[in-house]
Nanobody, 120 residues
């Protein structure tokens, strides 16, 4: 069982920056692909950024060039650096960990979420 705890959310003005952290425990962190998702009121949860166990990254088009995902396997933590924030980035951000075998998700876990609010 993997536990994920997010932190770093808050209220920021448009154009500002935040760094989200997700600390994992209970599993072998380096074996998991990690991701950040977000869900705004009335909208579906969407992938923001992902990083594989090997360090490859992918981003939603809406955040490319502004957000950076990274991981520190020594600290069992994944980060999301968010720059040039826009009001439309306002959402609850969730950390996700998934263990895949040959491209098939075997298990996945979610954090409790952290609120990010960007004021205009």
């Amino acid at each position: 069982q993997v536990q994920l705890v997010e932190s770093g959310g808050g209220l920021v003005q448009a154009g500002g920056s935040l760094r989200l952290s997700c600390a994992a425990s209970g599993g072998i962190f380096r074996n998991y692909a990690m991701g950040w998702y977000r869900q705004a009121p009335g909208k579906q949860r969407e992938l923001v950024a992902g990083i594989t166990s090997g360090g490859s990254t992918n981003y939603a088009d809406s955040v490319k060039g502004r957000f950076t995902i990274s991981r520190d396997n020594a600290k069992n933590t994944v980060y999301l650096r968010m720059n040039s924030l826009k009001p439309e980035d306002t959402a609850v951000y969730y950390c996700n960990a998934r263990f895949e075998v040959e491209g098939v998700i075997r298990t996945q876990y979610w954090g409790q979420g952290t609120q990010v609010t960007v004021s205009s």
